[in-house]
Nanobody
Framework: QVQLVESGGGSVQSGGSLRLSCAAS????????MGWFRQAPGKGREGVAA???????RYADSVKGRVTITRDNANNMVYLEMNSLKPEDTAMYYC????????????????????WGQGTQVTVSS
């Protein structure tokens, strides 16, 4: 059973940057596809970025070019570097792990992810 804890959220102004971290315990993440999802008030959860066990990545069109997902299997960590933040990036951000091999097309679909963290809030002001 993998436990995930996110950190690094906060309040920034438009154009600012944040680095979110996801610490995993209870198992090694090397065999999991890992993803970052977000949910804004009144909206559904959406996939932001994900990274396969073989390091293939996929990004939502809304963040492409501004966000980078990386993984550090040795330390059981996943990161989300976010730059040029916009007010529409404001949301609760969740780290998730998929306990099965995912295709590239499935990486941003939350239905395939078994384990979820509690989330970290990101607020971007204009």
């Amino acid at each position: 059973q993998v436990q995930l804890v996110e950190s690094g959220g906060g309040s920034v102004q438009s154009g600012g940057s944040l680095r979110l971290s996801c610490a995993a315990s209870g198992g090694t993440i090397s065999s999991y596809s890992m993803g970052w999802f977000r949910q804004a008030p009144g909206k559904g959860r959406e996939g932001v970025a994900a990274i396969h066990t073989r390091y293939t990545t996929r990004y939502a069109d809304s963040v492409k070019g501004r966000v980078t997902i990386t993984r550090d299997n040795a330390n059981n960590m996943v990161y989300l570097e976010m730059n040029s933040l916009k007010p529409e990036d404001t949301a609760m951000y969740y780290c998730a792990a998929a306990g099965r091999q995912l295709s590239w097309w499935s990486l941003l679909s939350d239905q395939w992810y078994n384990y979820w963290g509690q989330g970290t809030q990101v607020t971007v002001s204009s």
